[in-house]
């Protein structure tokens, strides 16, 4: 054996998070990078890294539900099919829905879109990726002719001009930053184009800060700039483009000059220019968005301006120069290869494809597959409320709180006769409406295969058992399409087996094109049991050769020929277009919403990990200083934020200029479990993009007033538990936060309370320990049974005054208290405890009191603070905040 090879303990496969999909080498208690996968190259960011910790069993479904009581799996699978049976019966599959998930394997998702529009005949086929990623897609298919992002990482770092649109890669897609920032060298320069100063503009050489909806404005006018700086590639455009002049001539009415681009997008002339001279003079430049691009009512003309300005230029799948649309969820693009969206069939064949419909059928050996499209996620859940769908299966996502207007969308759940939901977790906002509640195999448990950002094909490997009662999500699918009748067309054993159908299909799709379709893994239709499970990272489209090689493609489109029926790509007349939803006197801050570093979405599985609940323990709004001073709010302090729809949003101020005047940032992670009124969405009207049906998640409206509060509260108790019974009606606000040893409830309220007699109520049980002075509206109790403690009840008039608790948390890890401990409970922290201050690296549990301390104790780089506090040398995804806070410090110090 090559002693060079070190051996592999655990199983490689790859991180259930983020599109980057990063390669990992887990066992149950450690997860490390694969230094062998090419999206990670042996990095982790703070997520991958936690995973292991998220394998625990506190919440996990573990047997099949009906009308809230447990049952077996013959049970349930009647259950399911009878609804199914009947609603066809009596209303037609189109009465039947699903609604389906990116973070589905492709072999999951290949049986349910196979199953839904194949063999039930439902048209009514989509999924969160609706919420994602599809104005990408509708946009790909107006250029290109084919749902393909044309670029590989690698064009990330090889470009000279990087220009990151509506990103924040640094908290998003954070390895892949990680690569950008290694990648930085003389005369490359980074663009972010983001209405506020994020963690990614820290790389930015120039950072637009636009005004949000604005993006058509500013490519349209630097498609423009380009034509009059002679800096198009005009052979390139008369050889492998079309509409060139029409979109050129509506490109001048939107944006005829740098000054009216300038006060249109409300910046700087100065930096219009500078960034459009950047463009014109950097061939190798790559453009890199995500949902602040998507995710708007003209997300897909979005897409495509910027697509324009690279077809302009000859910068479309060339090393260093192209667009590049990043995806969000790990198997996004794999769900967008078997047909997860409703307006698509399956293996990238449209409904309008010709003789597409009819091969598939033949193809699948069924004669249902509906004739026409079906609705889009926001439409569909409308059916839902209508009571046209009579049948709702919902598999790994969580619409009851990422879907827009989530108060309409939870009266649509609690209206439709079945409500199906397939899910690893118990209680999840969705699962309380589920009828029919499905135990699904979570990460570790199951196999299949996820397609990443770069097209790149990735195995997810099992290394864990399948609780007893647990079934994979094809596995599911696989026994009501045979309870329903349709076994023979759904004899599949494993994984393996749908994944050789998947492929077989690509390769037919592909054929019957006549090679205009890229999509293609035919070559790995043939794939033995073996060969799968070793499958490496590869690239579609896949080829084989005569030795029986295969082998992927980097870069699509190179010789500048396009999935188009002429071949040629289209570049698209893009009008200004803005947002949908206006601020007016009474909503008059924009709300624009987006992810925080340590959290995964709705947080089933984040908040599982007490340390990545401790970068930001709870929602907050971002405002700018002006606003803040103006609204009367001071940092720290409870606000609330009401929009248009029925439910408003409560979080705590932070206050700061990375943000423009009269517009907030609001975090989406946070659910109905996780806090009494901090969903999102609910500032989020359901107006959708027209082409690609995409909501506009980015530009809500609302006013935004100070929470009145008498009190404000930390309750610490031993026991975990999802609710407080009977007490959160006696708060305006809470919020849980999961520690390590504890489980800790931030709580506030406007409410007169008389602590001294309702302790017991809130520490379940007599408190030992008492402190009270009522002039100063504190409160301190503590229960302690036996010497161990149980519960921690600290009231105060102002949040500041309550102490970090992280050291009562180590009290709960105690048997038994020490003296000192007990004796320091009441004040919450004992003598010599540092007190960290806001946690920035979240695997050391580095705050910024501890970071500030260090640089005005003589600390002037990353590295330096990494050799004395650890932070930031594990994952590095605090990095681009140690720079921040370096670079704040030693200008305030000169
Ligand atoms: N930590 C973490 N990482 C994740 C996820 C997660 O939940 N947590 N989710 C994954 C998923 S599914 C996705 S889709 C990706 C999303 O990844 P990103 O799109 O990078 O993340 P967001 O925070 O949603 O939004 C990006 C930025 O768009 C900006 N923006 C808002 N309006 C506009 C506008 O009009 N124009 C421009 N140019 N920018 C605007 C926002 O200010 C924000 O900074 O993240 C993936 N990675
Ligand atoms: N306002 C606003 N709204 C947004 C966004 C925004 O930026 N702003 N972003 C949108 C975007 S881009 C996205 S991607 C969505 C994400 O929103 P969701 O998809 O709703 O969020 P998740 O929390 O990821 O939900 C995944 C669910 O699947 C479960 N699960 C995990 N693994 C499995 C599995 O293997 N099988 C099954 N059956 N279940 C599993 C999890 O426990 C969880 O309940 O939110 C969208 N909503
Ligand atoms: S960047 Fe982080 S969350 Fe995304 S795939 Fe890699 S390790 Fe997972
Ligand atoms: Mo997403």
Request: charged share 20%.
């Amino acid at each position: 054996m090559d002693s060079k090879v070190k051996p592999v303990a655990g199983t490689q496969t790859t991180c259930p998070y983020c599109g980057v999909g990063c390669g990992v080498t887990a066992t149950p208690s450690e997860v490390t990078g694969d230094e062998r996968h090419p999206a990670n190259q042996g990095r982790l960011c703070v997520k991958g890294s936690a995973l292991h910790e998220t394998l625990v069993p506190s919440g996990r479904l573990l047997k099949p539900r009906i009308a809230g009581e447990d049952r077996s799996w013959p049970e349930a699978l009647a259950a399911v099919s009878s609804a199914i049976r009947d609603a066809v019966a009596q209303y037609g599959p189109g009465s039947v829905a699903f609604y389906l998930s990116g973070q589905l394997l492709t072999e999951d998702y290949f049986v349910a879109n196979k199953l839904a529009k194949g063999f039930i005949g439902t048209p009514h086929v989509d999924t969160n990726s609706r919420l994602c990623m599809s104005a990408a897609v509708a946009a790909h298919k107006r250029a290109f002719g084919e749902d393909c992002v044309p670029g590989c990482y690698e064009d990330l770092e090889l470009a000279d001009l990087l220009v990151l649109a509506g990103s924040n890669a640094a908290w998003a897609h954070p390895v892949l930053y990680q690569r950008m920032q290694a990648s930085q060298r003389a005369g490359r320069r980074v663009v972010v184009i983001d209405p506020r100063r994020t963690a990614t503009a820290e790389l930015a050489d120039l950072h637009l800060k636009l005004k949000p909806g604005t993006d058509t404005v500013l490519f349209n006018g630097l498609l423009v700039w380009l034509t009059q700086h002679e800096a198009t590639d005009q052979s390139y455009i008369a050889e492998h483009c079309s509409g060139f002049a029409e979109t050129l001539f509506c490109a001048q009415e939107v944006a005829p000059s740098v000054t009216s681009v300038a006060a249109q997008c409300d910046l700087d002339e100065d930096d219009v220019e500078r960034f459009y001279r950047w463009y014109a003079d950097t061939p190798r430049t790559v453009t890199a968005f995500s949902q602040g691009i998507n995710q708007a009512v003209t997300g897909t003309d979005k897409c495509n301006a910027i697509i324009n300005c690279h077809l302009a230029t000859g910068r479309v799948g060339q090393p260093g120069a192209s667009p590049f649309s990043l995806t969000g969820q790990p198997n996004a693009m794999g769900g967008r290869e078997v047909g997860g969206l409703a307006n698509t069939l399956a293996a990238h064949m449209e409904y309008d494809t010709a003789g597409a419909r009819e091969r598939l059928a033949g193809f699948w050996g069924t004669d249902r597959l509906p004739e026409a499209p079906g609705l889009k996620a926001v439409d569909l859940f409308e059916a839902v409320r209508r009571g046209d769908i009579k049948v709702l299966w919902i598999m790994g996502t969580n619409p009851a709180v990422s879907l827009p207007d989530s108060a309409r969308v939870c009266e649509a759940l609690a209206g439709c006769p079945t409500v199906i939901v397939s899910d690893c977790m118990a209680n999840t906002d969705t699962t309380a409406f589920a009828d029919i509640l499905l135990p699904a195999a979570g990460w570790g448990e199951k196999d299949g295969t996820v397609t990443n950002s770069e097209r790149c094909i990735s195995r997810q490997r099992s290394f864990l058992p399948l609780p007893t009662e647990v079934w994979p999500d094809w596995r599911i699918l696989t026994s009501v399409a045979c309870e329903l009748g349709y076994a023979k067309a759904f004899q599949y054993q494993g994984p393996a087996d749908i994944f050789r159908e998947h492929a077989a299909l690509s390769a037919l799709a592909c054929r019957a094109s006549n090679g205009r379709q890229v999509f293609d893994i035919g070559a790995l239709g043939q794939l033995t049991e073996a060969r799968y499970n070793q499958l490496e990272p590869i690239q579609w489209p896949v080829t084989l050769d005569e030795a029986g090689v295969v082998t992927g493609m980097p870069r699509l489109f190179s010789d500048g020929r396009f999935a188009t029926d002429d071949g040629r790509a289209r570049l698209v007349p893009i009008p200004a277009g803005l947002p949908r939803q206006i601020v007016t006197s009474r909503y008059p801050l924009v709300v624009n919403t987006g992810r925080i570093r340590d959290q995964w979405h709705t947080m089933t599985r984040t908040a599982l990990v007490s340390r990545l609940l401790t970068h930001r323990q709870e929602p907050f709004v971002e405002i700018h200083p002006d606003d803040a001073h103006r609204l009367g709010v001071c940092e720290g302090a409870l606000c609330q934020l009401t929009g248009p729809g029925p439910e408003p949003f409560i979080g705590r101020a932070r206050i700061t200029s990375d943000q423009r005047p009269g517009e907030v940032f609001i975090p989406i992670h946070w659910s109905g479990r996780f806090a009494s009124q901090s969903v999102a969405t609910n500032l989020i009207a359901a107006v959708t993009d027209p082409i690609s049906g995409q909501p506009e998640s980015k530009h809500g409206v609302a006013s935004l007033r100070r929470l009145a509060c008498r009190w404000q509260a930390r309750l610490m108790r031993r026991s975990a538990s999802d609710e407080l019974p009977g007490l959160t009606g006696l708060c305006d606000y809470w919020c849980r936060q999961p520690l390590a040893h504890s489980d800790s409830w931030w709580l506030a309220g406007s409410q007169t309370m008389d602590w001294e007699s309702e302790a017991s109520i809130w520490l379940a049980g007599e408190p030992q320990l008492v402190m009270a002075d009522s002039a100063q509206g504190r409160f301190r109790a503590a229960r302690v049974v036996d010497g161990r403690l149980e519960a921690v009840l600290l009231v105060d008039s102002d949040v500041g005054l309550l102490p970090d608790l992280a050291w009562l948390d180590e009290c709960f890890a105690a048997d038994r208290l020490s003296p000192d401990q007990r004796q320091c409970l009441l004040a919450g922290r004992s003598v010599d405890t540092e007190e960290i201050g806001a946690l920035v690296c979240s695997c050391f549990q580095v705050g910024d009191r501890q970071i500030i301390n260090a640089i005005r104790g003589g600390q002037k780089t990353v590295e330096a603070l990494g050799k004395i506090l650890k932070c930031g040398t594990n994952c590095g995804s605090c990095v681009p905040e140690l720079r921040e806070l370096l670079q704040d410090e030693l200008l305030e110090t000169g």
